[in-house]
Nanobody, 126 residues
Framework: QVQLVESGGGLVQAGDSLRLSCAASGRTDRRYGMGWFRQAPGKEREFVAAITWSTGATYYTDSVKGRFTISRDNAKNTVYLQMTSLNGDEAAVYLC???????????????????WGQGTQVTVSS
C-alpha cells in the first residue's frame, strides 16, 4: 500500500502562483511515476502533469506547458507541482496519484495509477 498526502492548496488570485506537494509513504519501493490530476465540480478528472521517478521524464497537458513545473525529491518521496499564472478555469481539487509499474497505459491516463490521494483544493479568484 502507498499513502499519498497532498498539501499546498488554497485561495489565490488570478495570475498568482502556488506550489503543491504530494508526500508518499508506505510501500514506496515499488514506484514508477507520479501524476497530478485536477477535477472541478461537474467535470471529468483531467490530467495535469506527470513525472517518472527514475529518469525524471515529465509530461504536461498542453494548457499548462510553460506555466506549471512538476518535480520530484526521491529522498523525500515527494513530488511537487509549481503552478504560475493561475486562471479561474484552473480552480479544482488537485489530486496526486502514484503508478507502481510501467503499465500499458500512458502516465497521462488515470488507469496508469494504482493509488490516489484525497486531493487539495485550489481556488482562484478573479
Amino acid at each position: 500500500q502507498v499513502q499519498l498526502v497532498e498539501s499546498g492548496g488554497g485561495l489565490v488570485q488570478a495570475g498568482d502562483s502556488l506550489r503543491l506537494s504530494c508526500a508518499a509513504s508506505g510501500r514506496t519501493d515499488r514506484r514508477y511515476g507520479m501524476g497530478w490530476f485536477r477535477q472541478a465540480p461537474g467535470k471529468e478528472r483531467e490530467f495535469v502533469a506527470a513525472i517518472t521517478w527514475s529518469t525524471g521524464a515529465t509530461y504536461y497537458t498542453d494548457s499548462v506547458k510553460g506555466r506549471f513545473t512538476i518535480s520530484r525529491d526521491n529522498a523525500k518521496n515527494t513530488v511537487y507541482l509549481q503552478m504560475t499564472s493561475l486562471n479561474g478555469d484552473e480552480a479544482a481539487v488537485y489530486l496526486c496519484a502514484a503508478a507502481t509499474r510501467d503499465s500499458r497505459y500512458s502516465l497521462r491516463a488515470p488507469a496508469a495509477y494504482d493509488y490516489w490521494g484525497q486531493g487539495t483544493q485550489v481556488t482562484v479568484s478573479s
